[in-house]
């Protein structure tokens, strides 16, 4: 259980945080306590929730967190809506974001959908 880090959404939840964290670099500086910070919160919340599931003592306490890493999914989409509305990113690069964090999402459900089948 411990190979999270070599599965597939692990290596693309690391690439997107990655790339919202020079994204909102570029927000407003009122924003950082704000947007700026719960969308960071929500992006590094996916795969810290998906490797501590992974170190837990059984397969019940993973599936427990790789929920909860979904669930950072659906805030982080959130939050970035809430972005491209406010004008602090482009509505491509929205589109771009959204269909990323709905196949990282689609990818959670089917490592819980695995992990159910143990």
Known sequence: MNSIEKLDVYKRTHLLT?????????????????????????????????????????????????????????????????????KYIKKEKYKELKKEINDISKMIAGLIRSLRKK
């Open 18 to 86: 990655l790339d919202l964290y020079k994204l909102t670099k570029n927000f407003p500086k009122s924003e950082k306590y704000g947007l700026i910070n719960q969308i960071r919160r929500a992006a590094v919340s996916i795969n810290s929730n998906l490797i501590e599931g992974a170190h837990r003592n059984g397969v019940k306490e993973y599936i427990q967190f790789a929920g909860i890493a979904r669930g950072s999914s659906g805030e982080l989409k959130y939050q970035l809506l809430l972005a491209k509305d406010l």
